[in-house]
């Protein structure tokens, strides 16, 4: 039955939110969107909050998606405001997180051309390559209809950012609408022919090395039980994109780590070695460490099945042998009930050797951390070594950093979905602090909310611990302070052997920092002072921030990654120029 309701056209986008159960909207101050933020901030449906720059407003949006299956807005003025809030939105498309994206513009007849206008700038094309789909505003007769697309979009197939720009005088116009014209149910769940998942049996059948990967799209879907209860059926290893963290068990008999790369030497051996790649949701971005020559080179007659909701992931990253259509959970929970009476070669002696590896692996980043802890002052390994046996099991936990992120994700284990979350297809710096405020504005229960990051991020974002003090609410962060843009100080110290390239900074104290916004400061400078501190900081009722001097530490995998996958072909020697 049809609703009609008559408003103006930013009456309208309010009540599509509510009808879609987006509650929450992020922004920084907006004159422009002044009647939107006048109708949210009155609404007791919407959470309304305001940030210190329009980048953490997408970050915040990202990180409301942590918890559950949250869909957030965030928004910013014309102009410097859409600009600022482009990384934030980056982030988001990079990772596959549903959002809505609102800018202001200036009014309809100054657009298209532009003419030279104070705060001028394409809003639609500079969005556009980190959207699923954006659209203008133009009419107010068809607002309605363009604002309910966007936002079905962001959540149907591979989720994404969308962008609705809306021109200020359009904003204000009057229209019609039928709130009913498009029904408000979930996105569609397809699945996989039931000759195509055979095919994947029959497939299995052959394999002696089979391999399970878990992607974004497993934890997306809800399918982290089906993806387990798989891998238990087959008795075969499994392991995870950065996005898929939390899907592999890691109490399994056959664990060999998790998450993506920083899983550990195992998880790079399973990738070269295994003849059977089953891949679920994920994209095969760098971070995971299969089909990545020259590190990860495939073995010969590998092959790679990839199911994926979305047809254009299919074989974009990796060249695969049999590409699906299906959402996660659907597929796996249909593959599963046509496995019986299957009967599998699995080598035990390959599965017994990843096991293996991954106790290697284990070993070698324990004495890392061994060495670490009497560094003077003691080094982040040996700080995450600690903070893996204090965090609370329930936590969320909010990974943020170059180097400090490749400690996390090598110590730091997820015991499920929505605990942990690394920004892995950007690699965005900054976003650990504004991610965790997002996750725990949305979050329904009292979960403890953790950011564990670098100096470098913290500097990037650290203006956001006013919007945690200001909304009263309580997230615990802990720098792991090296003075310096860790990822780039063995590009100084041994590659270019050149102190002039800039990766040094000053001590900056950001406990303080913490504290001249209202929050919580500790700093500390040993290893077992870290226990007190968290304790403390847990107990606090304000947002508390604990500064740790460390020294510097090196990874394992530092090379094999940053260098031979990111950076492939690229000859990194001292600058030179030769006269011929």
């Not at 009647?35 to 901030?41: H, L, N, Q, T």
């Not at 226990?531 to 900081?537: K, Q, T, V």
Request: proline letters at 7%; hydrophobic letters at 45%.
């Amino acid at each position: 039955m049809p609703r009609m309701i008559k408003t103006t056209v930013t009456g309208i986008l309010i009540e599509l939110l509510r009808k879609y159960g987006v509650r929450t909207v992020f922004g920084l101050p907006s004159g422009q969107l002044g009647i939107f933020m006048d109708g949210i901030s009155r609404d007791p449906d919407f959470r309304y909050v305001t940030t210190r720059h329009e980048e953490c407003a997408g970050h915040m949006a990202h990180g409301a998606t942590i918890p559950g299956d949250e869909m957030a807005l965030c928004f910013a003025t014309v102009g410097p405001g859409a600009t600022n809030l482009l990384p934030g939105v980056a982030a988001a498309w990079a990772d596959n997180v549903p959002m809505i994206v609102l800018t202001a513009d200036n009014p309809l007849p100054m657009l298209d051309p532009h003419v030279d206008m104070l705060q001028a700038v394409d809003q639609i094309a500079l969005f556009r390559p980190v959207t699923k789909w954006g659209v203008q505003i133009r009419d107010p007769q068809r607002a309605g209809e363009l604002m309910e697309r966007a936002i079905r979009l962001a959540r149907s197939g591979r989720p994404g950012p969308v962008h609705i720009d809306l021109p200020v005088d359009v904003s204000t116009m009057n229209c019609i609408y039928d709130l009913e014209r498009m029904p408000a149910g979930p996105a569609p769940r397809p699945r996989p022919a039931d000759s195509e998942l055979d095919a994947i049996i029959d497939l299995l059948g052959t394999a002696t090395r089979p391999l399970l990967v878990a992607g974004g799209g497993v934890i997306r879907s809800g399918a982290v039980d089906a993806f387990r209860a798989l891998a238990e059926t087959l008795a075969i290893p499994a392991i995870s994109s950065v996005q898929g963290w939390g899907a592999v068990d890691p109490c399994s008999e056959r664990h060999i780590g998790s998450p993506g790369w920083h899983a550990g030497f195992a998880a790079l051996q399973a990738g070269r070695e295994a003849d059977l790649v089953i891949a679920v949701g994920c994209k095969f971005g760098s971070w995971t460490p299969v089909a990545k020559p020259p590190a990860v080179t495939p073995t010969a007659g590998q092959r790679i099945v990839q199911i994926d909701i979305d047809e254009t992931m299919l074989g974009k990253n990796a060249a695969i042998t049999l590409g699906l259509i299906g959402d996660a959970r659907e597929t796996l929970e249909t593959l599963h009930a046509r496995l019986t009476g299957v009967s599998l070669k699995v080598d035990r002696a390959w599965v017994a050797s990843l096991v293996a590896a991954r106790a290697d692996y284990v070993a070698a980043i324990e004495a890392v951390a061994d060495e670490a802890a009497v560094a003077v002052p003691p080094g982040t390994p040996a700080f995450m070594r600690e903070l893996k046996r204090l965090l609370p099991a329930d936590a969320i936990v909010c990974v943020d950093g170059g180097q400090t992120s490749s400690w996390a994700m090598s110590f730091l284990e997820a015991a499920g979905p929505h605990r942990a979350k690394f920004e892995s297809g950007m690699g965005h710096m900054g976003c650990g602090l504004p991610m965790a405020i997002g996750a725990k504005v949305v979050q329904a229960d009292d979960r403890p909310v953790f950011v564990v990051c670098g100096d470098g991020s913290a500097g990037l974002t650290s203006q956001e611990l006013e919007t945690a003090s200001r909304l009263g609410i309580k997230v615990v962060m802990i720098v792991m302070n090296d003075s310096c843009w860790g990822c780039y100080k063995p590009l100084e110290q041994f590659v270019f052997q050149n102190g002039k390239l800039g990766p040094s900074l000053v001590d900056t104290d950001f406990s303080r920092v913490a504290e001249a916004y209202g929050c919580r400061g500790e700093r500390i400078t040993r290893v077992d002072e870290l226990a007190g501190a968290l304790e403390r900081a847990i107990a606090s009722p304000v947002t508390s921030l604990i500064d740790i001097p460390v020294s510097f530490a090196g990874h394992p995998l530092d090379v094999d990654f940053f260098v031979r996958t990111i950076m492939p072909g690229a000859e990194l020697r001292p600058h030179q120029v030769e006269e011929i």
